[in-house]
C-alpha cells in the first residue's frame, strides 16, 4: 500500500511539473478561486440574515501534532524542507489580502484568522515530518515552481481542527435559535388553556381570589417565587382540607404518610412540572418574568404548565405584554383588575431621628451595614427591635416577624432588608426607607447601585397597614429630609411596564452543543450559545454569570456534561467563600463516585456548632445554613450519592434555631465585634459596620433625575454633617449642642494661638 501511494504522489507531481511547465505563470487566486473552496451561496434580500458570532469565545483547540502516517514521503520525493525559507513564505501568505478575503468568507474574521495562522505557522515549523502532499507544496512554493495561495487549502483544514465550531455553523444556529419558544411545550399546546390574569398592588387581594379557585379545584399547583410563599400555601391548603404537597429546590413534603403525591402541590417556581395536568395552576407575582436572572422560570411556567385555568398574579403593568405573549399561543387573557383594600399615604415628613420611632415602624435598608448600625442605634435607646434580612434561614425569617408582630411581645421596631417585600405577614403600621439607593445587577451581569425603581418602592410600601394586620391604614417616609422629595417623586411615576421574557438554555440544547463542539468546556459552550441564539422582540436570555462562575470553579473536576449542568445551575451565593468552597468539595466528592455521608458533612462544617459570639460567626453560621441547604438539593438530583438527605435536615433545623439566638442577641453580637475589632476614633472596622456602607457612601449622589429638580437653592444649618449625623442617630441632639459650645471654644483659642504663632514666627527671623 504505501509503495502504491508514493507512485500516486510521484505521478501527481509529474503531471503537476507538466502542466505548469506549458502554462502561464498563475495569476493571484480571487475569491472562490481555490479548487474545493467555492465561496457561500449569497441569501436573497427575503431571508433573515443570520446573527453574526462574538468570535472572541471561540477558544482555539490544541492539535495534536502526531507524525505523518506515511512517514518521510514527501521529504524523499522532493527535499528536505528550509525553515527560514518556509518562515519567509508564511509570512507573505499571512500579509496577502486575498487570502484574508478568502477566509473570512469560510468564517474567519480578523481576530480568528490571526490565530488560526499562528498556529498554523507553528505547526509547520515545529513538526519534524508533515504530510506528503503538504510537504510537496511547501517544496514547490520554496523552489518558485508553485503558488504561494496554494498553501490556502491546509490552512483552511488547520483552522476548522483548531475552530471546530466553523465546519457546523449552521447547525449550532438552529440548536441556539429561540424564537418560538412556545413550541418547546407540546403537552401545553395541545389543549386549549384558559388565562385569568389577576391585577392589583401589594394587599389588593388577587393571591387571594386565585387561591380560592385553586382550593376548589380537583387538582391545582401554586408556583411562587420564595420558598416562604410555597410554604404559605401549602399550610393554608392542608389547614382548608385540602391535601397539598410542598415542593422546593430544597425540600419535598407529601402529607400521604405514604409518600402518594397529592393532587394539589405548593412548588416554589423553578420546580413546577411542565408534563403533569392540573385543573388550575397559579403562578405568583407574574412581573417577575423579566427578571434578568430568574425570568425564565415565569416563561417556563407561563408557557409550558398543562393547566385548564391559569390564574396569574401581578402588577397591572404586565397585562398587555401577557396578553401579546398569549397571542403567539393562540390563547385569549381573561383580565380582573383589584384595588388596595387599605389605603397608605406619605407623610409629609421625614423622621430625621431615630428617637422619633413609634411602634409599627419598619426601616427598610438595602444592605446588611446599614442592618447592623440602625439596630444598634435603636437598642442603645432601650428599644428592642426585630431584624429581616435575605440571608437568613426561612426559620428564623418567621421567628424575627412572629416575634414583631406579637402584640404582647415588647418588640415594636423592624430592621429589615426589602426581603420583607415578599412572603411575609408583617403588621406594619410605618415603612421608614433608610435610603433610596439599592445594589443591583443589570441584564449584563454588571452590578451597579441604582436608585430605586417605582415597581420596587411599591412593593415595599404597600406592606404597611395590610388588610389582615392590626393596623388599617398604612403610611410610607424617609428617614432623612432630602430623600423625601425623591420618595414622593418615584411614587408618583406609573409602574414601568413589562415588555420582555426571560429564556434561559436547557439541558438538552446544551447537549447538542457539545455533540459538535465536544472539546469545549461548558463555560465556552453557554458563552456561545448565547452569542449566536436568536430570541424575537418580546424576549431575552437571562444573565448566566452565576451558571458561568460554578462552571469555571469545577471545569476541572471530571464530570459528564448532564451531571455538570445540574452542579452549575445550583442556586449558591458565590459572594461565601465557605459554600463556594462547599461546592468545589461536593463535586470532587461526586466525581469520585463517593457518596458524600451525614458524617462527612458533619466532619466538614465542624458540626456540632455553637451560637455565635459575634458578627462574624453569625455570617458563617448563614453560610453553613447555606451549604445545608446545598446539600439538599442535589440530594434530589442525585439521590444515591446524597443519601443521608434527612438527617442533614435535622441538624439544619437545629443550625436555625442556633442562628436565631445569635439575631436575638446582635446587639450584643455588634458590641463584641467592635471590641475585637482595632478601630481609630469613633469608625469602627468591622466588616459591615464601618462607613463604607453604599447607603450612606451614595445617598448624596444617586443617579435620578427627578432629584436635580427638587434639590433646594442653598443649603441650611439643618442639612450639615451634625443634622446629618443626628439624623443618622449618631448624635444625640444635646450631644450636637454640647460639641458646638466646645468648638466655638476651641476655635478662639485656636485663633489666639494662631496669632501668637505668628508674632514668634516674625521675631525669630528678625534675630536671623
Known sequence: MALNRCVDLLRRRCCSLLRRAVAPPPAPLSSGSVPGFAPPLSRSSSDRTP??????????????????????VGAELTQPLDKGELLKVLNKFYKRKEMQKLAADQGLDARLFHQAFISFRKYILEMNILSADLHIILSDICCGAGHIDDIFPYFMR???????????????????????????????????????????????GKTYHAIQRYLEAKSGVYCGPLKLLAHEIFE??????????????????????????????????????????????????????????????????????????????????????????????????????????????????????????????CIVC???????????????RGLECAVIYGSLPPGTKL??????????????????????????NLSIRRIIFNSLVKPSVNEKGEKELVTISTSQALQIAGRAGRFSSVFKEGMVTTMHRDDLPVLKEILSRPVDPVETAGLHPTAEQIEMFAYHLPDATLSNLIDIFVSLSQVDGLYFVCNIDDFKFLADMIQHIPLNLRSRYVFCTAPINKKQPFVCTSFLKFARQFSRDEPLTFDW?????????????????????????????????????????????????????????IIQVGVRNITRLIRATEAQSPSSGSESKTPGLGPQSPSLALRRARASKSQAHMKEGNRTTEHSLGSRLVQEGLLTPELLQQLRKEWSRDHNQNGNFTKGTAVTANKKKKKK
Open 601 to 657: 458533612v458533619c466532619r466538614h462544617i465542624n458540626w456540632p456548632l455553637v451560637a455565635p459570639k459575634n458578627i462574624k460567626d453569625l455570617v458563617h453560621l448563614e453560610a453553613v445554613h447555606d451549604v445545608l441547604d446545598l446539600y439538599l438539593w442535589l440530594s434530589y438530583r442525585f439521590m444515591d450519592m446524597f443519601p443521608d438527605a434527612n438527617l442533614v435536615r435535622e441538624i439544619q433545623q437545629e443550625l436555625d434555631g
Open 366 to 380: 438595602f444592605s446588611k451595614n446599614d442592618i447592623y448600625s440602625v439596630n444598634r442605634q435603636i437598642e442603645i
Open 51 to 72: 446573527r453574526a458570532p462574538d468570535t472572541s469565545l471561540f477558544v482555539p483547540v490544541a492539535v495534536r501534532n502526531d507524525e505523518a502516517r506515511d512517514g518521510a
Open 399 to 424: 421567628a424575627q416577624a412572629k416575634k414583631f408582630n406579637d402584640p404582647d411581645d415588647p418588640c415594636k421596631i423592624l430592621v429589615a432588608t426589602d426581603a420583607i417585600g415578599m412572603g411575609l
Open 158 to 204: 488547520h483552522a476548522k481542527q483548531i475552530f471546530p465550531m466553523l465546519d457546523c455553523m449552521d447547525d449550532l444556529r438552529k440548536i441556539s435559535d429561540l424564537r418560538v419558544p412556545a413550541n418547546w411545550y407540546p403537552e401545553a399546546r395541545a389543549i386549549q388553556r384558559k388565562i385569568i390574569f389577576h391585577a392589583g398592588p401589594t394587599n389588593s
Open 236 to 361: 393554608k391548603s392542608n389547614a382548608a382540607g385540602v391535601p397539598c404537597d410542598l415542593v422546593t429546590g430544597e425540600e419535598r413534603t407529601f402529607v400521604d404518610p405514604e409518600g402518594k403525591q397529592s393532587n394539589h402541590v405548593a412548588c416554589t417556581i423553578e420546580m413546577c412540572s411542565v408534563t403533569t395536568p392540573y385543573e388550575v395552576a397559579v403562578i405568583d407575582e407574574i412581573q417577575m418574568i423579566r427578571d434578568p436572572s430568574r425570568g425564565w422560570a415565569w416563561t417556563r411556567a407561563l408557557m409550558g404548565l398543562c393547566a385548564e385555568e391559569i390564574h396569574v398574579c401581578g402588577e397591572a403593568a404586565a397585562i398587555n405584554f401577557i396578553t401579546e405573549l398569549m397571542f403567539t399561543t393562540g390563547e385569549e387573557v381573561e383580565v380582573h383588575n383589584y384595588k388596595r383594600l387599605t389605603p397608605f399615604s406619605i407623610s409629609d415628613q421625614a423622621v430625621e431621628n431615630l428617637d422619633n420611632l413609634e411602634p409599627g415602624d
